[in-house]
């Protein structure tokens, strides 16, 4: 037993010693919770920043591309992370029910950590415009579902009157605590690189999240000193870019419904990033969502499209790195919540139907 136990810990890097405790306990310190807060947890956080060797060199000039891939959160996607704190917070203030309007991931991250505390959680969602993925998990993690015949931006409308005047608490981006769970994105990025990138490329709908990471990035920087602050570059789908343009979009369409967002409620403090950060917000086209987002396949990272957005907008914008930059793309949510865009958009080779003979098979194969 003794030698087994030497073996294991001899075997067994460092880094794999201590069970990631979720990021509300490892983050502590840098959050809005005491020792009264009951802390529900999947242990969402600790998500990989992976090196992408494709990418690089499709940008040239001695780039160096990493994915933030937080599709790979507990209900795979970086919502984890602001609904650890949301429901944690709405439980201590004994909450007993949450909302939010969605256009899918909001909603699987809202009822699978309200089950998960004993909270109920309604979900808005515009009927026929959430992926099947983000759908199912609703469904199985135990929301009550309501679909409207209206967009997100009229969802969030319904709801956010509707909790100010009855108790339900609201998570949405528009709690703060959304914002503060999903600023600990930041925090491993400078973990993980030793330093902030020279830009972070991120998809922007309701504009909560890029918020989020420039707080986190502002506030790592007081902690460690001489952290330079990266160039914030948000993304938008051309069809839905109200904060590209700088007006309300009112019928916004784009195959990527995760950012199918006409009205961003963060729109001033996502100014306030822009103006802050010297960074930019453009929009990308549809075709160049999937352009990305097969490009990513191809490097063992399959996110959704809307993720994909971030890696799109880089791509337009290589001529205007400085040499041997590094930048993170946040790729936002895990390409299995929309199994219907990638059966659409591929070019794989699926021979289907054959006769089940070796021989068959192996003439198939072209040996
Ligand atoms: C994969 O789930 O708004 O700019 O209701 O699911 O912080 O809004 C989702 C947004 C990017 C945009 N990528 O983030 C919802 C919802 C994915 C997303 C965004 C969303 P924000």
């Known amino acids: 037993m003794l030698l087994l136990s030497k073996i294991k810990n001899k075997i067994r890097p460092n880094y794999r010693k201590k069970k990631w405790p979720g990021?509300?306990?490892?983050?502590?310190?840098?959050?809005?919770?005491?020792s009264k807060t009951p802390i529900v947890t999947l242990n969402e956080g600790n998500t990989p920043l992976i090196f992408s060797q494709k990418?690089?060199?499709?940008?040239?000039?001695?780039?160096?591309?990493?994915?933030?891939?937080?599709?790979?959160?507990?209900?795979?996607?970086?919502?984890?992370?602001?609904?650890?704190?949301?429901?944690?917070?709405?439980?201590?203030?004994g909450s007993e029910a949450v909302i939010c309007a969605s256009t899918g991931n909001t909603s699987a991250?809202?009822?699978?950590?309200?089950?998960?505390?004993?909270?109920?959680?309604?979900?808005?969602?515009?009927?026929?415009?959430?992926?099947?993925?983000?759908?199912?998990?609703?469904?199985?993690?135990?929301?009550?579902?309501?679909?409207?015949?209206?967009?997100?931006?009229?969802?969030?409308?319904?709801?956010?009157?509707?909790?100010?005047?009855?108790?339900?608490?609201?998570?949405?981006?528009?709690?703060?605590?959304?914002?503060?769970?999903?600023?600990?994105?930041?925090?491993?990025?400078?973990?993980?690189?030793?330093?902030?990138?020279?830009?972070?490329?991120?998809p922007m709908g309701n504009a909560g999240n890029i918020t989020a990471y420039w707080l986190g990035f502002k506030e790592y920087s007081k902690i460690k000193r001489n952290l330079k602050l990266p160039i914030m570059m948000g993304f938008q789908a051309e069809?839905?870019?109200?904060?590209?343009?700088?007006?309300?979009?009112?019928?916004?369409?784009?195959?990527?419904?995760?950012?199918?967002?006409?009205?961003?409620?963060?729109?001033?403090?996502?100014?306030?990033?822009?103006?802050?950060?010297?960074?930019d917000f453009q929009s990308v086209t549809d075709k160049?969502?999937?352009?990305?987002y097969k490009i990513l396949a191809k490097e063992g990272v399959f996110c959704e499209p809307a993720s994909a957005a971030s890696v799109a907008g880089l791509i337009k914008n290589k001529n205007r790195l400085k040499k041997q930059s590094t930048i993170v793309c946040v790729l936002t949510g895990n390409g299995l919540k929309d199994p219907d865009c990638a059966i659409k958009n591929n070019e794989a080779i699926f021979r289907k139907n054959l006769e089940p003979s070796l021989d068959n098979i192996i003439k198939t194969l072209g040996y």
């Open 23 to 34: 990021l509300i306990n490892a983050y502590k310190k840098y959050l809005p919770v005491s």
């Open 55 to 93: 990418i690089s060199e499709l940008i040239g000039n001695d780039t160096k591309v990493y994915l933030k891939y937080d599709g790979l959160n507990p209900t795979g996607s970086f919502k984890d992370r602001g609904m650890t704190m949301a429901i944690s917070k709405a439980k201590e203030e």
């Open 109 to 202: 991250a809202a009822a699978a950590y309200a089950s998960r505390g004993g909270l109920k959680s309604f979900v808005l969602i515009p009927d026929g415009f959430v992926a099947q993925g983000k759908l199912a998990q609703a469904l199985m993690y135990g929301a009550e579902i309501i679909s409207i015949q209206g967009n997100f931006d009229k969802a969030l409308e319904i709801v956010r009157d509707l909790s100010s005047n009855y108790p339900i608490n609201l998570v949405n981006s528009v709690n703060p605590y959304r914002i503060q769970g999903q600023k600990t994105a930041a925090f491993e990025i400078v973990d993980d690189l030793g330093f902030a990138p020279d830009w972070l490329c991120i």
């Open 239 to 279: 069809g839905s870019a109200p904060l590209v343009k700088n007006i309300i979009v009112k019928n916004p369409e784009t195959l990527a419904t995760a950012i199918r967002i006409g009205n961003p409620v963060n729109r001033e403090k996502a100014k306030k990033v822009k103006k802050e950060s010297k960074g």
């Open 288 to 292: 160049e969502i999937i352009d990305a």
